[in-house]
């Protein structure tokens, strides 16, 4: 059974982009692509060709993932107002050393840590929903050691 994603309406909006995008412009290149290797002559020893392939194959996986991923979402909106931290809020939080980090609380579907946007299911996303501004939250990290945060902004 397929599993539920959440997403932010900007979530479900980025992805139905990047279908589009795929849909349309990627698989009429990747045709061309595939075209103009064939007449260099015998595809057996073609590396165009299979280069072309290979991409052709992994641009129909991911239009079939993300296919299914909507096709199975749930978009979560945010709350008009709301003291505690859910998914689609900006987060800012100190760290014990006094630095701040930015995140974006999303469904894994969206998730990217280049971007600040991490899943409600990673440990940390799991642990900020619910919070409250004031709150401090312990993370065990990878390596055992305890990471505390304290949430000093929550926004949309």
């Given amino acids: 059974m397929p599993k539920d994603n959440m997403l932010t309406p900007e979530g479900?909006?980025?992805l139905e982009q990047e279908l589009h995008e795929l849909e349309t412009v990627k698989r009429a290149e990747i045709g061309e692509?595939?075209?103009?290797?064939?007449?260099?002559?015998?595809?057996?020893?073609?590396?165009?060709?299979d280069d072309a392939k290979n991409e052709q194959a992994w641009m129909e996986g991911r239009i079939l993932e993300i296919t299914q991923i909507l096709a199975n979402a749930t978009i979560v909106e945010l709350?008009?107002?709301s003291n505690r931290v859910s998914i689609g809020n900006v987060v800012t939080v100190t760290q014990p050393d006094g630095s701040e980090r930015v995140?974006?609380?999303?469904?894994?579907?969206?998730a990217d840590i280049s971007r600040g946007r991490i899943s409600n299911e990673s440990?940390?996303?799991a642990a900020l929903l619910g919070a409250r501004k004031g709150d401090t939250i312990e993370v065990d990290s990878p390596s055992g050691k305890k990471?505390?945060?304290?949430i000093v902004k929550i926004g949309k």
């Fill in 12 to 14: 479900r909006k980025e």
């Fill in 33 to 49: 692509r595939i075209k103009i290797a064939r007449e260099f002559g015998d595809i057996s020893e073609n590396s165009e060709y």
């Fill in 79 to 81: 709350p008009k107002r």
């Fill in 103 to 110: 995140f974006t609380i999303v469904g894994a579907a969206e």
């Fill in 123 to 125: 440990p940390v996303g």
């Fill in 147 to 150: 990471l505390a945060f304290t």
